[in-house]
């Protein structure tokens, strides 16, 4: 009988062959390959449709940070940065309607410490002690009118140039930048400075002003102006019911103001690198910025008008408590439409470098022209023999380098505006456009020196 076959026979593969010998390799016949296959495509589908949930809640999270993240970045650059808050609140001083305001309160305090009743009642004494007619003595009583209309004209004309005055823009700028923890007390609540929150009233701290024009009056011979009391040194800007709260997500933004715009920008790239197709993840990802961004430039409209509607007419004039508020706010503003045109940018190139019809059309065109300029190029004697071959094989490479470029220079920028957005999207854009053009321009290779001229 013969033996049965063991493990260790010596088969070449065998298991217990000890030779040295690679070990055979089983073949699946082709129904264990079909089920192969179908748990591989299983495990695809499971792993893939994993990532896509896990790269859709990176995405949520992204977007619903987004809005918080530009007012966040805001609130800390507005309050860290001197030289940014004072040129956030410097166009106060030269608006007219922010002036107007300044010229008829500080009219109105100094008009109101002089006595007009007291001096025509007076002169109707002393024309009445001196015999004067009735008549006389009872329109001397009625100079009350004119007599105070010509005191507010004669103060409003001291009073105007002091507020129109160069000298008054310098001095406010240097008020601000010497008073820096203003915008502080405007969104904690704590400290002092021009702009303050006393209670449920965000005031306007007018002193440096009123000090000037208290001067000034003394000098022209108003002494009674010397009587205006330092009380009077702030207008009430608006009355917000709920400025305690507001005041303390504000002082939360604050704190978190440095970190949840990296959050933000963490969790966006985290969600495109974690879905199976990067480039439609960072289509929809760029889209969905974009969508927040118009919705918080919406929110910023809501609050302008709900701020204008709770600012009564006998507080602050209309336009003036517009140019306050948008003078505040441009630099938020700026940075919202400049995310939103950069959203718009990026969801844009990522739909050019997909599959859809329309951008295999655009590919094309640019691909034409770019040929078509390389071989005037190269018919003019221009050709870019191995330099042009490189480009053309590393195009890929080449595109990725210049786009990071573009991207790194804008996130290098101090403070990006669309018109900076425009700049480096134009100049990578053009770096581009001059790489295809080379590329196109290597011409027929010359021969092996040109070959060992390769990169």
Same mark, same amino acid.
């Given at each position: ?23 055979? #390799? ?9 089920? %192969? ?22 995405? $949520? ?23 940014? %808050? ?5 166009? =106060? ?12 309160? =500080? ?142 997500? $504000?002082?939360? =933004? ?27 993840? $960072? ?41 306050? %508020? ?26 050019? %470098? ?13 691909? #034409? ?87």
């Amino acid at each position: 009988m013969a033996p049965e076959a063991t493990p260790a026979s010596p088969e070449p593969g065998g298991a217990g062959d000890t030779g040295g010998e690679q070990p055979r #390799r089983h073949t699946m016949t082709a129904q264990q390959h079909a089920e %192969y296959e179908r748990l591989r495509r299983a495990a695809a589908v499971r792993h893939k449709g994993l990532r896509r949930a896990v790269a859709s809640v990176l995405l $949520l999270l992204a977007l619903l940070l987004a809005p918080l993240a530009v007012v966040a970045a805001w609130v800390d650059d507005t309050v860290s940065d001197t030289d940014r %808050y004072v040129e956030t609140v410097a166009p =106060l001083a030269s608006d007219r309607a922010v002036r107007n305001v300044l010229i008829e309160r =500080l009219t109105d305090r100094v008009v109101a410490n002089v006595d007009v009743e007291a001096v025509t009642e007076a002169l109707s004494r002393q024309l009445q002690q001196a015999g004067a007619p009735p008549g006389v003595v009872e329109g001397a009583e009625s100079l009350a009118g004119p007599l105070r209309s010509a005191v507010r004209g004669t103060v409003e004309r001291i009073v105007t140039p002091v507020i129109t005055s160069d000298a008054f823009e310098q001095a406010w700028r240097e008020s601000n930048r010497l008073a820096h923890a203003t915008v502080m007390s405007v969104l904690t609540g704590e400290g002092g400075g021009v702009v303050r929150a006393e209670g449920e009233n965000v005031q306007l701290d007018v002193g440096v002003v009123v000090d000037r024009v208290r001067e000034r009056l003394v000098d022209s011979g108003f002494d009674l102006a010397a009587a205006i009391p330092d009380s009077d040194r702030t207008i009430t800007l608006f009355r917000a019911e709920e400025l305690d709260r507001v005041q303390g997500a $504000l002082r939360l =933004l604050d704190v978190v103001g440095v970190w949840v715009p990296v959050v933000t920008v963490l969790l966006a790239a985290a969600a495109v690198w974690t879905a199976p197709s990067h480039r439609l993840m $960072l289509l929809i990802t760029a889209t969905g910025v974009g969508v927040m961004m118009a919705l918080l430039l919406v929110a910023l409209a809501v609050a302008r008008r709900i701020y204008l509607d709770s600012v009564p007419p006998s507080t602050l004039p209309p336009d003036a408590a517009s140019t306050i %508020y948008d003078t505040f706010v441009r630099f938020l503003r700026d940075s919202t439409v400049t995310l939103l045109v950069v959203s718009v940018i990026t969801a844009l190139a990522a739909y050019l %470098y997909g599959p859809g019809r329309l951008a295999r059309a655009v590919r094309r065109t640019a691909d #034409r022209g770019s040929r078509a300029a390389g071989r005037a190029l190269e018919r003019s004697g221009a050709r870019t023999g191995a330099m042009g071959r490189w480009l053309a094989g590393h195009r890929a490479w080449t595109t990725g380098v210049v786009i990071a470029a573009g991207v790194l220079a804008l996130l290098l920028w101090n403070v990006p505006t669309v018109g900076s957005v425009a700049l480096v999207v134009g100049l990578v854009l053009a770096v581009l456009v001059v790489l295809a053009v080379l590329a196109a321009a290597a011409g027929p290779v010359a021969g092996p020196e040109d070959r060992a001229a390769t990169p």
